[in-house]
């Protein structure tokens, strides 16, 4: 049985859309064309960056649908990490607050995509 291995996000130009990511992650993508890169990560995992403009076949819709997340384990961890993001300057869509599931922020890519920082299901 195959298991999923990689998220792809449709941007405007992966060019542009790389060094946020970079930024980010902390590390360079394994693949970058004029119209895809790809960021290996921990564990197995892959986040692609595809232009939209050459998508096949086309998407039907464009807008906010769904997050990339990022659970980072420890006390005081998603505060540490919105504390840097905001300092970098990333756009915040939710501000630091607590919901159900525990403390969390969303900040936008440079096409709007919402990545969440919160800590890991216990």
Not at 13 to 30: N, T
Not at 74 to 99: K, S
Request: contains cysteine; hydrophobic residues 40%; negative net charge.
């Amino acid at each position: 049985m195959a298991s999923p291995n990689m998220i792809i996000l449709y941007v405007k130009d992966p060019a542009e859309s790389v060094p946020f990511y970079s930024d980010i992650l902390g590390r360079e993508p394994a693949v970058a064309s004029p119209n895809f890169a790809a960021f290996p990560l921990d564990g197995g995992f892959t986040l692609g960056l595809w232009r939209r403009s050459t998508v096949e076949p086309q998407p039907s819709a464009l807008g906010n649908r769904g997050e990339v997340a990022f659970m980072v384990p420890g006390e005081g961890a998603v505060a540490a990490h919105y504390e840097q993001w905001r300092n970098r300057g990333l756009p915040i869509a939710q501000e630091l607050t607590t919901m159900d599931f525990g403390p969390t922020f969303v900040v936008l890519d440079p096409d709007g995509h919402r990545l969440r920082v919160c800590e890991p299901d216990k």
